[in-house]
Every structure is written in structure tokens, then in C-alpha cells.
């Protein structure tokens, strides 16, 4: 157990605080699968909490994006969602609480006074303080509007970051905050801390943008005498030429990668990997993500997308995948593929019999389905070109003999098949690539496929042997 994590009379309640854009951005993904890993790890919980105080973008089709994609994900969270717009009420109650202990105050410039001590402060090199906070409230002008301020302490503010490591920013370099907005309603950083406290989370990991905020909300812990929870901000994910990832670089949502085709447990072990390390090991199930998680494994460098990598990792999960979940899972990305057979049946079938050897030779569903579409291409094939090359009169010729013998095969079997194959090129005296070539053409249309018995047994006897048939004379 490494020293960032409490003891276990303390669980671990971690959270993922996505404010709902419209989509589950991949870096997002990224910092709720290390906050899921985490509780996961020491037996806690994980928690989401949707930052929607934003009125014009939080929209229930943005915040269900969010929940889609981590369902998707698998990132399944305890009790229900929490709105943060609902619990204003008690973010307000804080801020009272704060002004009560000194620790806030009301302050009344008008914003033209605010930019005006804010242009001062910055030509004397440090953050603004409003006079009010040393003012008499006596003074205050009637029926002026006020906002609530944090008394920013005059300390400077250390943070141990679990990545970071020791964090310091001088007292100047924050301002007196505003909690409360002249309309009443609660800020950010005040409502962070508030519903942070009140859902008991102990471990905050998200991205080093918030590292400020962190320095901010920690004054605000010590002010309220709340202890703080661990921090953990983790350098956001660059794209493969090192900037900043953005849509430049392409796919930036879950739900984009999960349109491409890779499964949720390999983007999540992608993810995983990209800026967590534990020694040179690559592929994780869940179970040994879940064993292995730690906070000191974060590495404080920037994770750059490496979709070489992600194809890889992506691959390998397939690889290992049920049979019957991906002959399902590939069927939407087997829409754009032409003059395919309509019988959803008989897809599934001879997706299920080859998907054995099929889900070795594909990094995507998208791959797989490329891969699968020989077996699902209505017959007859009108070969042309370079794939009609291998039939050449002779070639047909041979075909129509191949075809009788197979006609009379006993058992429809990979063996039985393979011993034919090798017994009639011995009785052509010619080598097997004679028949082969054909064969292949005849059978998928000239696509790359696996071992030429094999795929006869995933068409079945009389697909096959109708392929086989279509091509025996030239008119076909
Ligand atoms: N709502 C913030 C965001 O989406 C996250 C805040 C936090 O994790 O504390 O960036």
C-alpha cells in the first residue's frame, strides 16, 4: 500500500467530476478509469458527480453522453449520479458558514472598481484583495449588490501532490475569491470543495489543469477545518506530435473510438497504460489493473496517443474476447459492406464457426468486419481483373473436378477437407498453390483469408460447394 492512501478505518470514496460538454472526452475517460482502478483496488467506492452549474451547456442529452460513454466503459459508479446545479443550496449554506468565521466577507465594488484594483494588483505583481475584507460591514452602501469573497489567508499554500509531489504557491499569487456571485448563486472552486466534503471523497485524481485549483481549494479545506482529500493531477494527453490533444488530432470522445471499433476493455487497458506504468507490462485484465493500481504509478510526463499502440493492445483483447459477443458486436460495422446476404441467421452462423480464427487477424471491430466479409458476400462473385486471374480455362477445369470429389466427401470436417485438398493435387500432379489459387478465388472472391479448408467449413458443404460450382465454367 503506498503512503498517499488512508487507512482502511477511512475507506477510499474516490469521484469523477466531468462537466457535461456534450461527449466523454478520452482524457476524461482516462482520469474516471484511475479513480474507478483506485477504489476498486482498496475495496471503496467510486462516485460521479456531473458539474452542470453551466445552464446553457447542461443539457440532459450532454450529461446522458457522459453516462452512456462510461457505461460503455464499464465504469460503473456507486449510488446515483449527483447534480451539482441541485446542491447550490448547500453551497450557499458554506459560504454563509465561511462569512460567519471570518473566513469570507461581503464585498461591495462594482465591477468597474474590481477591474480597476484588479489592474493594480497585477502591476504590482500579485493577485487582487478586495478592500472590504479589512472594511468595516457597518460601512457597507445600502441596496448595493455584494459578492461573498474568500479572505484569502495570508500564508503562501502548499500542496503534496501524489504526481506533482510538493507544491507551493506564495499568499500573493491568490486573490480574494469570489463564493458567491452578486446574484447569489455559488462559484466553482467553492462548490468543488463543498460536495467533495460532503460525499466524503477521499482521493481526487484528474487532470493538472485543475493543479491551480487544487492550491485554491485546499485554502478553502484549511479555512473550513475540513481535512483535505489526497491530490493526484495527472499531465493531460497529448497527441503523437506532443501539443495538446484537440480535435486536430482526430478522435477526441470514447464514443469515437467505440465507432471505430475497439472494445471496452482495450481502450480501457489503453488507457490505463497511457501515463500509468507498472514495470514493462502491457496488457491488463481487469482484475490485474485492479490488483496493480497505485497512485505512485502515475508518471508525471505527458502521455502522448499512440494509436499503433492502442491497435495493439485493442488486438489483443479481441484476440481473447467470446465468440458469440463479438459475432454480435461486429454486425453494425458490417452495414457499409455491399451485396452482403440478408439472413441474419445464417451471418451469425458462419461468423461464429470462423470467428475463432477470424478475431486472431483483426486489431478492430472494424477490422473484423473487413475480415469477415468473404464469408458474407452473396454468391455468385463476378471476378474480374486480378481477382479472376487464377481462372484460367484449366483452372475451371480443375475446379469442376475438385467440386465432384468434394460433392462425395465424406464428413464436412477441417481434417477430411485438408487430407482432400492435398489427395487431389497429388492425383493433378501438380503442387497445391495450382489448386489453391483457384480455389481461393472461387471460395471468397480473391480476398486475403485464413487456411482454404478451414473456410470451407465456415461457409458450410453447400455454400461452399455452390461457390466452388459458380465458378466452374466460364460464364460465371
Ligand atoms: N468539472 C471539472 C472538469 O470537467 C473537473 C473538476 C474536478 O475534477 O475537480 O474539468
Known amino acids: 500500500m503506498n503512503s498517499h492512501v488512508q487507512n482502511t478505518d477511512n475507506p477510499i470514496r474516490t469521484r469523477f467530476a466531468p462537466s457535461p460538454t456534450g461527449f466523454l472526452h478520452i482524457g476524461g475517460a482516462r482520469t474516471a478509469l484511475f479513480n474507478w482502478l483506485l477504489a476498486k483496488r482498496h475495496g471503496g467506492q467510486f462516485f460521479l458527480r456531473i458539474e452542470d452549474t453551466d445552464r446553457a451547456r447542461s443539457t440532459q442529452a450532454a450529461v446522458d453522453a457522459i453516462l452512456d460513454g462510461l457505461s460503455w466503459l464499464g465504469l460503473d459508479w456507486d449510488g446515483d449520479a449527483i447534480s451539482q446545479f441541485d446542491r447550490a443550496d448547500r453551497h ?31 502591476a504590482e505583481g500579485r493577485a487582487l484583495r478586495s478592500p472590504w475584507r479589512d472594511r468595516d460591514p457597518a460601512d457597507a452602501p445600502a441596496d448595493t449588490p455584494f459578492t461573498v469573497r474568500f479572505r484569502a489567508p495570508d500564508s503562501d499554500v502548499t500542496l503534496k501532490d501524489a504526481v506533482q509531489g510538493e507544491v507551493r504557491w506564495a499568499a500573493k499569487e491568490f486573490d480574494d475569491l469570489i463564493l458567491l456571485r452578486s446574484d447569489g448563486t455559488p462559484t466553482y472552486n467553492l462548490a468543488v470543495v463543498v460536495d467533495d466534503h460532503d460525499m466524503g471523497i477521499t482521493h481526487i485524481v484528474r487532470g493538472d489543469d485543475h493543479l491551480v485549483n487544487g492550491g ?29 490533444l484537440s480535435k486536430r488530432h482526430g478522435a477526441l470522445g470514447a464514443e469515437d473510438y467505440r465507432a471505430m471499433g475497439y472494445l471496452p476493455e482495450g481502450l480501457r487497458n489503453y488507457l490505463l497504460r497511457l501515463g500509468w506504468s507498472h514495470g514493462d507490462q502491457e496488457i491488463f485484465t481487469d482484475a490485474e489493473a485492479i490488483a496493480a493500481f497505485d497512485l505512485s504509478g502515475l508518471n508525471k510526463a505527458p502521455a502522448r496517443m499512440d494509436m499503433g499502440k492502442l491497435n495493439h493492445i485493442n488486438g489483443h483483447h479481441l484476440a481473447q474476447a467470446d465468440d458469440t459477443r463479438l459475432a454480435e458486436l461486429v454486425v453494425p460495422f458490417l452495414d457499409g459492406l455491399e451485396n452482403r446476404i440478408a439472413d441474419a441467421e445464417i451471418t451469425q452462423q458462419r461468423l461464429l464457426a470462423a470467428m475463432p480464427v477470424l478475431k486472431t487477424r483483426a486489431a478492430t471491430l472494424a477490422e473484423l468486419a473487413q475480415q469477415s466479409y468473404f464469408l458474407l458476400k452473396n454468391r455468385p462473385f463476378h471476378l474480374e481483373g ?33 487430407e482432400e485438398l492435398k489427395n487431389f493435387a497429388e492425383a493433378e500432379e501438380i503442387g497445391f498453390g495450382k489448386v489453391g489459387q483457384p480455389l481461393r478465388a472461387a471460395l471468397t472472391g480473391g480476398a486475403p483469408a485464413p487456411d482454404l479448408a478451414q473456410v470451407m467449413t465456415f461457409l458450410g458443404r453447400e455454400e461452399a460447394l455452390d461457390r466452388i460450382k459458380d465458378q466452374m465454367s466460364a460464364d460465371a
Open 92 to 122: 450557499v449554506e458554506v459560504a454563509h458558514e465561511l462569512l460567519a468565521k471570518g473566513q469570507a466577507f461581503k464585498c461591495y465594488c462594482s465591477p468597474d472598481e474590481v477591474q480597476e484594483l484588479r489592474d493594480q494588483a497585477f
Open 386 to 418: 486480378k481477382a479472376a486471374k487464377p481462372l484460367n480455362d484449366e483452372a475451371r477445369q480443375r475446379l469442376y473436378r475438385l467440386f465432384t470429389r468434394l460433392a462425395d466427401l465424406n464428413g464436412w470436417t477441417e481434417k477430411a477437407l485438408t
Open 216 to 244: 485554491r481549494q485546499s485554502q478553502i479545506y484549511d479555512a473550513l477545518g475540513w481535512e483535505r482529500p489526497v491530490f493526484a493531477h495527472i499531465p493531460l494527453i497529448h497527441g503523437d506530435d506532443g501539443k495538446k
